[in-house]
Each structure stands twice: as structure tokens, then as C-alpha cells.
């Protein structure tokens, strides 16, 4: 990878390379629509690219890809391939992704050039940070509201706490589908 991306990637320089974590906690709905709770490992690959020139704006960013195992089970139970990306003029990160159950997430923020924890959020309907579903997530588990901590502690470990916020149809309350994990960087 060249200095001139590595120097452009600002918040987002820290990341690239190889990560593992197998102290995931993941709460989500479970089949019968209720909440189930699974400790999970997974790996994700940050690849520096860029510059991504758009007229006037120049980004910068990671090609990204992540699995996801609970303990104990040979088979991925989440996969997602996506983008986080730097407009160091505009001092946002932005983070796009697709999940293969049908739902894609353009989620950011403001962040310094050298922070080393940040938020990103994303909202159903938002015309510019927002989420979009097949028709049977938008009808029975419609996400209204993404946000994404990110805290880099060193060289070597980052942590990072989600929470999809869902409407699960029929039910009166949101569901918190919140995911977290501590990784290492073993590339």
C-alpha cells in the first residue's frame, strides 16, 4: 500500500490491514421474534484504496470485507462487504455497506483526522445518511436507526459497538440488535 493513501486516510489509517476477535457479543431477534444472545468470532479485512475523485471531492478509504462464526459453528452466520470511506476537506467518515439479507447502510459523521473513537449514524428516510431494505425487511423487520462506535486503542486493537435499531412488525417497542466485538490485528 502507498504512503500518499495510507497519508489520506485519516481517522481510517489505523484500520487498514487484517483483524480477529472471537469475544463478539451479538443480541438480535431471535426466530420466534423474541431476542437470543450468541458470542461469535470474525475476521475483517480493511484494503487502503484511493483517491476516488467525484469533481471537487477527493475520498479516501478501506474496502472492507467481514465474517462472522458463533462459537463452536463451522458455518458464517453474517457476512458484509462495503466501503469506509474519508473526505478529509469535509472532516466525515463515512461507512456503505451490504448485508445479504437485502438491506444497504450509507452511515456517517464529523470526525477529526486523528481521532481515535468516532460515531456514525444512519437513519431510514434520510436523504443523506440512510437505509434501504428488500420489501420483506421493510415490512417485518424494518430498520429505522443504524449507529456504530468505533474506539481504536492502539496499533494492535480496535473495538467497535453497533446498534440496529429495528420496528419488528406487530410488536410496540424497537429492538436493539446491538453487535460488539474487540479485534486484534493479525495482518
Request: hydrophobic share 35%.
Amino acid at each position: 500500500m502507498s504512503d500518499e493513501i495510507l497519508g489520506n486516510l485519516g481517522p481510517l489509517r489505523k484500520l487498514a490491514g487484517i483483524w480477529e476477535g472471537d469475544r463478539g457479543d451479538d443480541t438480535a431477534p431471535s426466530d420466534d421474534r423474541g431476542t437470543e444472545t450468541n458470542k461469535f468470532r470474525e475476521r475483517i479485512t480493511f484494503d487502503p484504496m484511493g483517491p476516488v475523485n467525484n469533481h471537487e471531492q477527493s475520498l479516501y478509504g478501506l474496502r472492507y470485507a467481514t465474517m462472522a462464526w458463533r462459537l463452536g459453528e463451522p458455518d458464517p452466520f453474517h457476512e458484509e462487504v462495503g466501503y469506509w470511506l474519508w473526505d478529509g476537506s469535509q472532516k466525515q467518515v463515512f461507512r456503505c455497506f451490504i448485508v445479504p439479507r437485502g438491506i444497504t447502510v450509507l452511515a456517517g459523521g464529523k470526525v477529526e483526522p486523528d481521532a481515535k473513537s468516532f460515531r456514525l449514524t444512519a437513519e431510514v428516510g434520510s436523504d443523506i445518511y440512510g437505509i434501504c431494505s428488500n420489501p420483506f425487511l421493510d415490512r417485518e423487520f424494518k430498520t429505522v436507526r443504524y449507529e456504530l462506535q468505533v474506539t481504536i486503542h492502539d496499533a494492535q486493537t480496535f473495538s467497535y459497538e453497533e446498534d440496529t435499531v429495528i420496528q419488528i412488525k406487530n410488536q410496540p417497542t424497537l429492538f436493539h440488535h446491538v453487535d460488539k466485538n474487540t479485534l486484534k490485528r493479525v495482518g
